[in-house]
């Protein structure tokens, strides 16, 4: 699968926000914390609960759009996280190589991360169709993944699920 960088970076961080363990109640801030490079310099982090809220809607209608099983529903979704956004095209070459940022540079956190969210994901699923995204195939992970094997063969949202599952399968195979 071949499509640019910044906007397949943009679907990793679409999915880890998705991802992301929303029991703390910093989680918004831990998020954005280990995301810093997707935010212009000197973006202000410290959200009230309104912008952190926000974000955690964006989260939700990500995963929903991941869960869809039909078409129809991955664009109703796909539509409700696109309104959410503002796309405004910038060209940058912050980290030496040229290219394009979805967000205004001088937008809050609520609408880079969103913007940035959205379009990523929407690019993703219009070029290479939305069977890309699904749920993780383990047993209790319950994480999203998105698809970039070239035969869109992927069921684990990691290694790690992965490799839990052919042990578990392995040992039942023994069992039986
Ligand atoms: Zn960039
Ligand atoms: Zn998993």
């Not at 809607?57 to 309104?83: F, I, S, W, Y």
């Not at 503002?86 to 040229?98: F, I, M, N, R």
């Not at 890309?132 to 992970?141: D, F, H, P, T």
């Not at 993944?145 to 490799?163: E, G, H, I, K, L």
Request: proline content about 3%.
């Amino acid at each position: 699968m071949n499509y640019d960088t910044y906007g397949s970076n943009a679907v990793e961080l679409a999915i880890d926000l998705a991802n992301a363990d929303r029991d703390d109640p910093a989680w918004v801030r831990l998020f954005l914390d280990a995301h810093l490079e997707w935010f212009t310099d000197g973006t202000a982090l410290e959200l009230d609960p309104a912008d952190a809220g926000s974000i955690g809607l964006t989260a939700g209608l990500v995963r929903d759009v991941a869960l869809a099983e039909k078409e129809a529903d991955v664009m109703a979704r796909l539509n409700a996280l696109l309104a959410l956004a503002s796309p405004k095209p910038y060209a940058t070459d912050h980290d030496g190589d040229l290219h394009l940022h979805y967000a205004r540079p001088d937008a809050g956190a609520v609408e880079q991360l969103t913007t940035t969210v959205a379009m990523g994901l929407s690019q993703v699923v219009v070029q290479h169709g939305w069977q890309r995204l699904g749920v993780c195939s383990a047993e209790s992970c319950g994480h999203v993944y998105v698809d970039t094997s070239r035969n869109a063969s992927r069921r684990y949202c990691s290694n790690t699920c992965a490799s839990r599952s052919t042990v578990a399968a392995y040992r039942a195979r023994q069992r039986a």
